[in-house]
């Protein structure tokens, strides 16, 4: 038995197409079916729906053999225990710093500035201001980040923008792009060896069909 | 009533029942090494930091390092036993050549651990011959694991192999900064393309990065390897690792499977040559790991070619 962890939403619609490559259809609709298990039309692989940060949790401890989960996650994660083996280039967008149209971030970077950033990406916003040698102080937030710099809680965000249209109704700019982010199909390390027969077909479908978008 | 758990994250007591099993299968495995002529010892739990942390930074940030308070020098509390070992046979060995088996059974300690269900306290189990650099040292060191894997019960076995020689070699030929090479190890144990790109993509042409996306797909069962070797066409010393690895694979029993991954790289940095990983259905990470280690034995003194394997009978007991 083979089970694939994924989550509900843009990513489950915009895999379906991909695991179709694969041949395997979903019977039930994730939307409207409170099932947290669906059975595909093959009887020997299961879908499971969990919470996108989740996905990589399901995967490493063996939950799920495979997962379709957003390269955000899993930077924020950073399992040794799974393999990202293939960019699926869908539900695509960035990571972003971001922060009030007023403030003067090239000067705040020149000067190297002991910054305050909201976010819930903590290990990312880290990383990413420590190779710039820049100290920072997290907020660490699980929702609504443009609101920190409107209230004056933090001087940035970094979050993911997608159209870009949040910031703007919030008077908010990006400053920096961190990195582009879009889903991965990740594979349990001892399954993918374990269960080579089964994965490997499954993850060169998979490929071909992401290829031929 | 407890109110708080009174021992540390990712260490267990273990009650009678789960001390008695790991007990019984202690002794089944060292009876087994001691009979196929494996000496045993027991390495101090305790040494100098500084004996471990040139062996590479993965060894050393293992580690939970204290104050002697006799010596006034850093010591660490031993999170592998090889380096160890490594040290003892330093001192038994008569000559470079001198070919020594050794086995042990001891406590280990991690300072942290990247497996989510790993506890930080180990029973490190193991294996080491020195002084053989010639193929029947790992066949024997391999068929070992595989009996010592079957006399616990633990069914289903599959072997990972590699030779991060290759991978050392494929990593010289992209001429990458020191940093960037140290960052590239993680990513490919993850096989993780998209890191790479992100890391090298300012510095590499696409030509290269093609080669880094191949070399990550040179994995599968004995049928890849004709695949591998067409990879490598024209490069003696790649493909003659890979013809010791098929050999390896010919002199092992049929029933065990095999898979080769060139960019299974997740070993301590003191491995040289031909590495490997067993897995077991059931278990979710490696159930033991080893290879070859030439270079960790000079820095004690002696130049030895050595290959041995480990794995930790307490996780055994928490699996099924």
């Not at chain 1, 293939?86 to 500035?113: F, H, N, T, W």
């Not at chain 2, 040494?47 to 002697?68: R, T």
């Not at chain 2, 694991?145 to 069914?155: A, W």
Request: charged share 25%; aromatic share 8%; proline share 3%.
């Amino acid at each position: 038995m083979l089970t694939i962890a994924l989550s509900k939403g843009r990513i489950f619609q915009e895999t379906l197409p991909l695991l179709q490559g694969a041949e395997i259809e979903c019977k039930e609709n994730p939307e409207t079916s409170r099932k947290l298990i669906l059975n595909t039309n093959n009887k020997n692989i299961r879908l499971l729906i969990v919470r996108a940060s989740d996905v990589p949790t399901y995967v490493e401890c063996g939950g799920a053999d495979i997962g379709i989960a957003g390269k955000d996650v899993l930077d924020e994660f950073d399992s040794a225990n799974l393999y990202q083996i293939c960019d699926l280039k869908i539900a695509k967008c960035k990571m972003m710093v971001a922060g009030p149209k007023s403030y003067d971030y090239q000067k705040a970077m020149q000067q190297k500035s002991r910054l305050k950033v909201a976010t819930k990406y903590t290990k990312i916003t880290k990383e990413f201001f420590a190779q710039k040698g820049i100290h920072i102080d997290i907020i660490k937030l699980y929702g609504s980040m443009e609101l920190a710099p409107l209230v004056s809680m933090s001087d940035l965000i970094v979050d993911l923008v997608s159209s870009g249209q949040t910031l703007k109704a919030n008077n908010l700019v990006d400053y920096e792009k961190i990195s582009d982010i879009s889903s991965q199909l990740i594979v349990n390390k001892a399954s993918l060896k374990l269960k080579f027969d089964e994965i490997q077909p499954i993850i060169n479908a998979i490929k071909n069909s992401v290829n031929e978008n | 009533m407890i109110t708080t758990w009174s021992i540390p994250d990712k260490v267990e007591d273990l009650y009678p029942q789960k001390a008695l099993e790991l007990e019984k299968n202690r002794r089944v495995l060292v009876d087994f090494f001691l009979k196929n002529k494996f000496e045993l010892i027991s390495p101090a739990m305790i040494e100098y930091a500084d004996n471990v942390s040139f062996n590479g930074k993965s060894v050393d940030s293992d580690m939970f390092k204290l104050s002697d308070p006799l010596s006034g020098r850093l010591i660490g509390i031993t999170p592998d036993l090889t380096i160890q070992t490594a040290r003892i046979d330093n001192y038994l060995a008569s000559s470079s050549n001198d070919i020594k088996s050794y086995c042990y059974c001891g406590p280990v300690l991690k300072a942290d651990t990247s497996s989510f269900n790993q506890s930080r306290e180990e029973l490190q189990v193991g294996v080491e011959i020195y002084g053989n650099e010639k193929i029947e040292a790992d066949i024997s060191v391999v068929s070992t694991l595989i009996k010592s894997l079957k006399l616990l019960k633990i069914k289903n076995i599959l072997l990972s192999f590699n030779d991060i020689s290759i991978y050392t070699a494929f990593l010289k030929s992209l001429a990458l900064s020191a940093h960037d090479s140290k960052q590239l190890r993680s990513y490919f144990a993850k096989k993780d393309l998209v890191s790479i790109k992100n890391l090298l993509g300012k510095n590499l042409n696409s030509s290269k990065i093609s080669k880094i996306e191949l070399f990550m797909d040179m994995f599968g069962d004995d049928k890849s390897l004709k695949k591998i070797q067409e990879f490598f066409v024209g490069n003696k010393v790649i493909l003659d690792r890979l013809k010791n690895l098929k050999k390896i694979m010919s002199a092992l029993p049929a029933s065990v499977k095999i898979i080769i991954d060139l960019s299974d790289v997740d070993f301590y940095e003191y491995h040289s040559g031909f590495i490997f990983s067993a897995y077991s259905s059931k278990f979710t990470s490696p159930v033991a790991k080893g290879g070859r280690f030439e270079n960790l034995t000079t820095n004690f003194g002696k130049k030895r070619p050595a290959v041995g394997f480990t794995f930790d009978l307490r996780s055994l007991l928490f699996v099924g």
